[in-house]
């Protein structure tokens, strides 16, 4: 199984400022056939499900504001909220859709 | 617009089997895959597996092959999950998903919460 390892486990980043989450996986993620990461950011809300933001890792869900963004390739990911706004208090979490099992991080708590 | 409405919430004994039901609104369930998700109180999500909504197709996490049933049900565009022989550690709550054309998980169910207490 691949592992995905997040860090830090948690942030407080204050208003307006940015906001930097990491990933890293046990194995690449890289489809070498299409090149594309299959590694993908979601934020989760207490008592909500989570919520897509980003796929092959940087591409933004429709819907989703320009301030996040995901970079890295292979096993070394990133996520990054540019200007941290009061409503992305959330936990992040990665997950890998390369093979299965399907397996996620252990999620980041972000905090004001 | 896409939806997912879950089942409601469960309490079981020791031993015994859930099922949790995943109706689809706004698309037709045969088009796209189904996974399902849990997340036990405090860590992290969970994958248990997935459906090829259209041909019935299977896959699931060894951590669940020979407990976990997933099915659906195209006339009532209704996805289904079952997991037998419960125990205390699977109280979680249980999610549906639909893998999207990018495979990413682009739509949630609002969740089930499964309680398992003797």
């Known amino acids: 199984d691949i592992v995905m390892t997040q860090s830090p486990d948690s942030l407080a980043v204050s208003l307006g400022e940015r906001a930097t989450i990491n990933c890293k996986s046990s194995?690449?993620?890289?489809?070498?056939?299409?090149?594309?990461?299959?590694l993908a950011w979601y934020q989760q809300k207490p008592g909500q499900p989570p919520k897509l933001l980003i796929y092959w890792a940087s591409s933004r869900e429709s819907g989703v504001p320009d301030r996040f963004s995901g970079s890295g390739s292979g096993t070394d990911f990133t996520l990054t909220i540019s200007s941290l706004q009061a409503e992305d208090v959330a936990v992040y979490s990665c997950q890998q859709y390369y093979s299965a099992p399907v397996t996620f991080g252990q999620g980041t708590k972000l905090e004001i | 617009q896409v939806q997912f409405v879950q089942s409601g919430a469960e309490v079981k004994k020791p031993g015994a089997s859930v099922k949790v039901s995943c109706k689809a609104s706004?698309?037709?369930?045969?088009?796209?895959?189904m996974h399902w998700v849990r997340q036990a109180p405090g860590q992290r999500l969970e994958w248990m597996g997935w459906?090829?909504?259209?041909?019935?197709?299977?896959k699931y996490s060894q951590k669940f092959q020979g407990r976990v049933t997933i099915t659906r049900d195209t006339s009532a565009n209704t996805g289904y999950m079952e997991l037998s022989s419960l125990r205390s550690e699977d109280t979680a709550v249980y999610y549906c998903?639909?893998?999207?054309?990018?495979?990413?998980?682009?739509?949630w169910g609002q969740g089930t919460l499964v309680t398992v207490s003797s």
């Open positions: 998903a639909r893998g999207g054309v990018t495979q990413a998980f682009d739509y």
């Open positions: 459906i090829n909504a259209g041909d019935g197709n299977t």
């Open positions: 194995q690449s993620v890289l489809y070498s056939s299409n090149n594309k990461n299959f």
């Open positions: 706004g698309y037709t369930l045969s088009s796209y895959a």
